[in-house]
């Protein structure tokens, strides 16, 4: 599969997490890539989607060089397996492209295709992560509400509670969504990170009756930033700094825990999901 290593075949099983959030700036891509890092420096093989077709981030937050994205795919130029990026500590990353449509935009055909690509490549690791949009638009909810878990990327800032609460909300009532997980990032007391998480999850609770349940929390660490300008994942470059051990601890909890919590099925009920949807907004005439 190009030069891309699967360090542990999956026992048929990919879980698949998208991650989100109700605003951009909380750290939400950079979240998702060194939990993917850090699943894979627990063995795991681990496939991370750029779900944002408009905004591709992945592949220029870990200063890698694109052969060609999904749309290059979908034009029918280079097959998944020809873009697949090798990052740090052995992951996958499929990356998207900058400037171009919604996949919700897309004609069904296209669709249809782009999905078969990726459950085609997918069902060879242990993990599919997806770096939805942020916000509350078509192609958040498009990923969010297929994938087993969605994980809640928030900070202590109040814009950043309210949208969040925005999102679960339109995911809980129009798509039917009962369970979320929150990690609280870039707070700099986890007195700071537990007042954040317990605001939301009591609003969630009380006015949408889901469940929220914590994932850990994130310190702010200047470390993060001198690996976001360098382009380097901290996971991978300072594993031992404060924010290192916590996405560490985020990742370890995810596999330990997630298991349990899955109210849906793994990658076939996800892709199903899709193809489900494809059709409902056929019929809707989206």
């Not at 280079?78 to 919700?104: H, W």
């Not at 700071?192 to 009756?209: G, H, N």
Request: charged content about 20%.
């Amino acid at each position: 599969m190009n030069d891309v290593n699967v360090q542990r075949m999956n026992q048929g099983v990919t879980r698949v997490l998208s991650f989100t959030s109700g605003k951009g700036g909380v750290g939400k891509t950079h979240s998702v890539t060194n939990v993917a890092v850090a699943l894979a420096n627990q063995g795991l093989s681990v496939l991370l989607l750029d779900a944002d077709m408009g905004l591709a981030n992945v592949d220029v937050l870990l200063g890698l060089q694109a052969k060609g994205t999904l749309h290059d795919v979908l034009k029918g130029n280079m097959t998944l397996d020809d873009i697949l990026l090798k990052g740090p500590g052995g992951i996958a990353i499929i990356p998207a492209a900058s400037g171009v449509e919604e996949i919700q935009a897309l004609r069904p055909e296209e669709k249809m295709f782009l999905l078969e690509e990726i459950e085609r490549v997918a069902h060879r690791f242990d993990y599919l992560l997806i770096d939805t949009p942020a916000g509350i638009g078509s192609d958040v909810m498009y990923f969010n509400s297929a994938a087993a878990e969605v994980v809640c990327i928030i900070t202590g800032e109040p814009t950043s509670l309210t949208d969040t609460y925005a999102l679960i909300k339109v995911l809980s009532t129009t798509y039917g969504e009962k369970r979320f997980s929150v990690v609280v990032n870039n707070v700099a007391s986890e007195k700071e990170a537990t007042a954040a998480f317990t605001k939301l999850s009591r609003a969630v609770e009380r006015f949408l009756q889901v469940d929220v349940r914590s994932l850990g929390w994130v310190p702010a660490d200047a470390t993060v930033r001198d690996c976001v300008m360098q382009q380097r994942p901290i996971a991978a470059e300072f594993p031992s700094s404060p924010a290192g051990l916590a996405l560490a601890a985020v990742a370890r909890r995810i596999d330990d825990e997630l298991p349990q919590r899955r109210a849906k099925g793994g990658m076939q009920f996800f892709f199903r999901q899709l193809l489900e949807m494809n059709s409902y907004g056929e019929e809707a005439g989206y």
